[in-house]
């Protein structure tokens, strides 16, 4: 870095390295807002170059900080002050014009360090409010925030923030130097309810920078469930035996979630049903929890001819993209094979009739594959989706199909998130494209998982 391009200090130029590295490792490009003489933004390309084929957006307007917007910035501090916080360092104000270097400047110091003219920078000149919005930016994996103020901090986060991949990394200079900027980013996470971590780097006896890395979805171990009680054993022993493939700790958690999902308004779904061992779970709980919503219905959707073939291309982009660094340890990672899982409609049938339950008004099937029967359903609201389709194109089909008519509140659970490599893909893809901010909860079963449950938010 040519000597003098940079304001920050030397822990600072380091983290912005050590933070460019890890991000390269993801997809989507890098920007610093706020590039005054190019000194962060010689680093962050430097690493680019060499490890990635990312481009680097660099915005300034070249004519130092705009007026602060104080109304807002106090609005801000007022309703989202944060308590508890490490020693700042200062809680400075900007002024009108201050940090002004020129284009030229940033220009010269890129030459100076190889990077003349280099098509993968691109520079977007003006005030923030007018480039970012408008800048043709499709992803992000490292966002470097430097301009100092409120008004700054918080136009690029606006235009931003959900370009931002999951897992990447987001690092503002200047919160715990400016006020304004504390503000910015304090209601911009708190208004999005975005539970993240800030680490500070340290300074002394205090600090100015803070980073973090943007999660939308994570997988815990679940104790909130009583999955032992006599009521849960009970329907358990009502299920004919050879019916299911479940595992009991994962037919415990279907009852128990069957139950606390007849208390809201909506009906109940299996996609997947096989033999018919957890619709008829299903089913018992929905026939004697009536509840708040006494014309309850089952729809109990399988092909009856087994898996289909896989979608192996999407899945694989999709795995690309939105892969999950941090689990808890998977059962397995399988891939299915189509033809696989193959039970008929009369063992369905038969096993519905051992049960009781034969010719039952209130379950509805959907013979056929997932794609075709399900978009055109005349499903209202869901209470309860259960899916079990094992593969990326059956979870997805699902979901796309299904997930918005889970009521709020309501209950998903997925039996194959830890066991299908693409019932995993297909769920982290839907969830994290909607930018859902969940906690999947995993039933854990020895050392590992496979099914995980949500509730909708
Ligand atoms: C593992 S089994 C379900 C097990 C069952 N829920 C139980 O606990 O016993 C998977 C089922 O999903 C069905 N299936 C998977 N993908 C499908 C699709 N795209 N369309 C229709 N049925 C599908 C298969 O026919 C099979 O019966």
Known sequence: MPAGSSLASEPRLQATVALALLASKLNGDFAETGVYSGGTSILMAKVMIAHSRKVLWAADSFQGLPPEDVTAELAARKEYSM???????????GNAGEYSSSRQVFEQNLARSGLGNNARIKVLQGW????LPRAPIQKLAFLRLDGDI????RDALEALYDKVVPGGYIYVD??????????????FLLQRHAAVQLHAIQEGNGFEAVWWQKVQMEVVYDHELDLNSPQVANYL??????????????LQTTVALAILASKLNGDFAETGVYSGGTSILMAKVMLEHSGVYASRLLWAADSFQGLPPEDVTAELAARKEY??????????????NAGEYSSSRQVFEQNLARSGLGNNARIKVLQGWFN?????????KLAFLRLDGDIYVSTRDALEALYDKVVPGGYIYVDDYGSYTGCRDAVNQFLLQRHAAVQLHAIQEGNGFE??????E
């Open 323 to 336: 892969n999950m660094q941090k689990l808890p340890p998977v059962k397995s990672s399988k891939e299915g």
């Open 237 to 250: 022993q009502q299920m004919p035996a050879g019916s299911s493939l479940a595992s009991r700790p994962r």
């Open 174 to 187: 200047d919160y715990g130097s400016y006020t304004g900027c504390r503000d910015a980013v304090n209601q």
């Open 150 to 153: 409120y008004v700054s901090t």
């Open 451 to 456: 099914a995980v449950w949500w509730r909708k």
């Open 83 to 93: 308590q508890k916080l490490p020693p700042v360092k200062s809680s400075k104000e």
């Open 128 to 131: 923030f409010n007018e480039t």
């Open 372 to 380: 075709e029967t399900l978009p055109g359903a005349p499903i209202q």
